[in-house]
């Protein structure tokens, strides 16, 4: 259904207001009686084999959504229904931001891609913090947070600080996010030392909680092994839980889309079938070199159950969906579960 009538219907509209479409119509549908029940018996998939524990955190199964979908906490409760293990949220900054000038949401069918200069918009982490006091589901939901564009790198440790500490109570997880290509100069701050004193000021406020939550560092997939050695490094002594890998890319080269309609687009990210191979390869190196010292979450290009399990046998504890769910539909979690469902029992 999705594939042959909801899919064209969204890619009449352009990205972002297909976004905002597909919101507003979820947000009515999933919550009738009716629809609710049936949501739950289509997308529901549940199997002691699917369950996994990651830095302390139970999941039901090992399938969640990434950060950038469900920007402001609005949709959990929904998302929760269509069967994912796990829900991230953010990027969250502490002031409101517009984000970057429309258009900053491109498809690029061919590749089954998106390119996206989203820039942080968000209503601010209070805001999203009000949402979050009033969900019912009891999925996990990680808080991905930033810096704010108008905050100088040299202050940028006290926005993540913010944030923090306001989704404290609310979150089960924490994202540090310094590797989106899309706010000036945030990606200085994956250099050795700027990361270093980022991620221990926040392993420190997070340590003086009464009950600490994982905080995972989430990284580009255009580091060179000599920046991935750093990232392993810096794990390893700010002691913090865990890697996402990995972020979008600023690398062009994959792509098979007319490089005239790609260069018309602009700057930006990009996310789908061509970030597979490159976020598997990053996984694998840090996986191996760091000899499986921490968990890491798998994303990018993830369309298939297939391409979940090489994400898990390249290292990833955990797999993440984004661009997958444009292409494929909500089916692809139950989907990917299922296939895992046969994976693990083997």
């Given at each position: 259904?999705?594939?042959s009538l909801?899919k064209?219907?969204?890619?009449?509209k352009?990205?972002?207001d297909?976004?905002?479409?597909?919101?507003?119509l979820?947000?009515?549908?999933f919550?009738?009686p009716i629809?609710?029940?049936i949501v739950?018996?289509?997308f529901k998939?549940?199997?002691?084999l699917?369950?996994?524990e990651?830095?302390?955190?139970?999941?039901?199964?090992?399938?969640?959504?990434?950060?950038g979908f469900?920007?402001?906490?609005?949709?959990?409760d929904?998302m929760?229904m269509?069967?994912?293990g796990?829900?991230?949220?953010?990027?969250l900054?502490?002031k409101?931001?517009d984000g970057?000038?429309l258009?900053r949401?491109?498809?690029?069918?061919q590749?089954?891609?998106?390119i996206n200069?989203?820039g942080?918009?968000?209503?601010?982490?209070?805001n999203a913090?009000?949402?979050?006091?009033k969900?019912?589901?009891?999925?996990?939901?990680g808080?991905?947070?930033?810096?704010?564009k108008?905050t100088p790198?040299?202050n940028a440790?006290?926005?993540y600080l913010?944030?923090l500490?306001?989704l404290h109570?609310?979150v089960d997880?924490f994202v540090?996010n310094v590797s989106?290509p899309n706010t000036p100069?945030l990606?200085d701050?994956?250099?050795?030392?700027?990361?270093?004193q980022?991620?221990?000021?926040?392993?420190?406020?997070?340590?003086?909680k009464?009950?600490?939550?994982?905080?995972l560092?989430k990284i580009?997939?255009d580091?060179?092994?000599?920046?991935l050695?750093?990232?392993?490094e810096?794990?390893?002594e700010t002691?913090?839980?865990?890697v996402?890998?990995?972020n979008t890319?600023i690398?062009r080269s994959?792509l098979s889309?007319?490089?005239?309609?790609v260069e018309?687009?602009?700057?930006?990210?990009?996310?789908?079938?061509v970030l597979?191979?490159r976020?598997?390869?990053?996984i694998?190196?840090?996986?191996?070199?760091?000899?499986k010292?921490?968990?890491?979450?798998g994303v990018g290009?993830?369309f298939s159950a297939?391409?979940?399990i090489?994400?898990l046998e390249?290292g990833?504890?955990?797999?993440q969906?984004y661009?997958?769910?444009?292409y494929e539909?909500?089916?692809?979690i139950?989907?990917?579960?299922?296939?895992?469902l046969?994976?693990?029992s083997r």
């Amino acid at each position: 259904m999705y594939k042959s009538l909801l899919k064209p219907l969204f890619f009449l509209k352009n990205p972002e207001d297909a976004h905002h479409f597909t919101f507003d119509l979820t947000k009515l549908t999933f919550n009738l009686p009716i629809a609710k029940s049936i949501v739950k018996s289509t997308f529901k998939l549940d199997d002691p084999l699917l369950e996994r524990e990651v830095f302390g955190l139970k999941f039901k199964n090992p399938v969640g959504l990434a950060a950038g979908f469900d920007k402001d906490a609005k949709l959990i409760d929904e998302m929760a229904m269509l069967g994912f293990g796990f829900i991230e949220i953010g990027t969250l900054t502490p002031k409101p931001q517009d984000g970057n000038q429309l258009p900053r949401l491109f498809r690029l069918p061919q590749d089954e891609a998106l390119i996206n200069r989203m820039g942080f918009n968000n209503g601010g982490v209070l805001n999203a913090v009000e949402r979050l006091k009033k969900r019912k589901s009891d999925v996990i939901v990680g808080g991905n947070i930033g810096k704010n564009k108008v905050t100088p790198n040299e202050n940028a440790v006290d926005d993540y600080l913010i944030c923090l500490e306001a989704l404290h109570p609310y979150v089960d997880y924490f994202v540090v996010n310094v590797s989106s290509p899309n706010t000036p100069n945030l990606r200085d701050l994956q250099e050795k030392e700027p990361l270093k004193q980022l991620l221990q000021a926040v392993k420190n406020a997070n340590d003086l909680k009464e009950k600490p939550k994982p905080i995972l560092l989430k990284i580009a997939p255009d580091l060179t092994d000599g920046q991935l050695d750093d990232i392993v490094e810096i794990v390893l002594e700010t002691k913090i839980d865990g890697v996402i890998a990995t972020n979008t890319t600023i690398d062009r080269s994959q792509l098979s889309t007319d490089s005239s309609q790609v260069e018309a687009i602009g700057a930006g990210g990009v996310s789908g079938k061509v970030l597979a191979k490159r976020s598997t390869e990053v996984i694998r190196y840090l996986s191996q070199k760091s000899n499986k010292a921490f968990p890491i979450i798998g994303v990018g290009g993830i369309f298939s159950a297939a391409d979940a399990i090489e994400k898990l046998e390249a290292g990833a504890s955990l797999v993440q969906v984004y661009s997958g769910m444009i292409y494929e539909g909500p089916g692809l979690i139950k989907k990917i579960k299922k296939g895992l469902l046969a994976y693990f029992s083997r």
